[in-house]
């Protein structure tokens, strides 16, 4: 099957749209911006571009929110006058890369005793829930304590599956898979800092491979992080990229 952007799993609502851009709000989480952006159908003239910017501004200072984001259409460049603007005005700029992978073409993993991988269920929700809080306070308290309501609100979709890895016993990594009719996507994979390097990003991938052999795996990398790189030597094709942009107001 063709893989686009279009198989990425989008939390949010659209709550406007024409002909230039769709805008994506998530009320239940205001400080995800991943959930809170503009998406345009087409690369946007400066003006264009200036106009969206303002919208969104004053739409989420409405609501408390002190950020805008904005992500571009799939494999296409900005153009000059935009890219200074944004270069200008402070936006951070990165890009996602979009990959895609037939799980008999992963490759072998080493069985490793000392770590375990569980679906997460009632008996496992509490440490599961403690991991990821104990990431998610890199982004602040609000950032954390809010999803750890998205987590209950996962754990409850039947079209999402929640994987918790264990080493030696000890809470250590985890990830969800978002389940549709032809695809499984890895998403929100996390190995804890003082587990890296024990194959225990791979096993947990491994574990989707053999239990959704009759789907297409996809993910999305940050661009510019050495992920990135992990995925290309697991066989992981290419598949396009998006730019995006944001900005965060002091005030």
Same mark, same amino acid.
């Given at each position: 099957?063709?893989?686009?952007?279009?198989?990425?799993?989008?939390?949010?609502?659209?709550?406007?749209?024409?002909? !230039?851009?769709?805008?994506? &709000?998530?009320? @239940?989480?205001? /400080?995800?911006?991943? $959930?809170?952006?503009? *998406?345009?159908?087409?690369?946007?003239?400066?003006?264009?571009?200036?106009?969206?910017?303002?919208?969104?501004?004053?739409?989420?200072?409405?609501?408390?929110?002190?950020?805008?984001?904005?992500?571009?259409?799939?494999?296409?460049?900005?153009?000059?006058?935009?890219?200074?603007?944004?270069?200008?005005?402070?936006?951070?700029?990165?890009?996602?890369?979009?990959?895609?992978?037939?799980?008999?073409?992963?490759?072998?993993?080493?069985?490793?005793?000392?770590?375990?991988?569980?679906?997460?269920?009632?008996?496992?929700?509490?440490?599961?829930? !403690?991991?990821?809080?104990? &990431?998610?306070? @890199?982004?602040? /308290?609000?950032?954390? $304590?809010?999803?750890? *309501?998205?987590?209950?609100?996962?754990?409850?979709?039947?079209?999402?599956?929640?994987?918790?890895?264990?080493?030696?016993?000890?809470?250590?990594?985890?990830?969800?898979?978002?389940?549709?009719?032809?695809?499984?996507?890895?998403?929100?994979?996390?190995?804890?800092?003082?587990?890296?390097?024990?194959?225990?990003?791979?096993?947990?991938?491994?574990?989707?491979?053999?239990?959704?052999?009759?789907?297409?795996?996809?993910?999305?990398?940050?661009?510019?992080?050495?992920?990135?790189?992990?995925?290309?030597?697991?066989?992981?094709?290419?598949?396009?990229?998006?730019?995006?942009?944001?900005?965060?107001?002091?005030?």
């Amino acid at each position: 099957m063709q893989i686009t952007f279009d198989n990425i799993y989008t939390l949010g609502h659209v709550v406007f749209e024409n002909h !230039l851009y769709k805008h994506i &709000h998530y009320p @239940e989480m205001l /400080v995800r911006y991943d $959930s809170n952006f503009i *998406e345009f159908k087409q690369i946007p003239s400066l003006i264009e571009f200036q106009n969206a910017e303002t919208y969104l501004r004053d739409f989420h200072l409405k609501n408390g929110q002190k950020h805008v984001k904005f992500y571009f259409p799939p494999n296409e460049r900005l153009g000059a006058d935009l890219d200074d603007y944004l270069n200008h005005s402070g936006y951070d700029i990165g890009f996602l890369e979009l990959y895609a992978i037939q799980p008999n073409q992963f490759p072998t993993v080493n069985e490793n005793p000392e770590i375990e991988i569980q679906v997460v269920t009632e008996v496992n929700l509490k440490p599961f829930l !403690l991991l990821q809080y104990q &990431h998610d306070l @890199e982004y602040g /308290v609000e950032f954390a $304590s809010q999803r750890q *309501e998205l987590h209950k609100r996962n754990f409850q979709d039947q079209n999402i599956q929640q994987l918790f890895a264990l080493y030696k016993g000890d809470p250590a990594g985890s990830v969800d898979i978002i389940i549709s009719e032809d695809t499984a996507e890895i998403d929100g994979l996390v190995v804890d800092e003082d587990y890296q390097r024990k194959g225990i990003g791979s096993r947990l991938q491994k574990f989707v491979m053999e239990n959704f052999q009759d789907r297409t795996i996809i993910l999305v990398a940050d661009g510019e992080d050495t992920p990135r790189e992990m995925y290309r030597r697991q066989n992981y094709k290419f598949h396009g990229y998006k730019y995006h942009v944001q900005k965060v107001y002091e005030d």
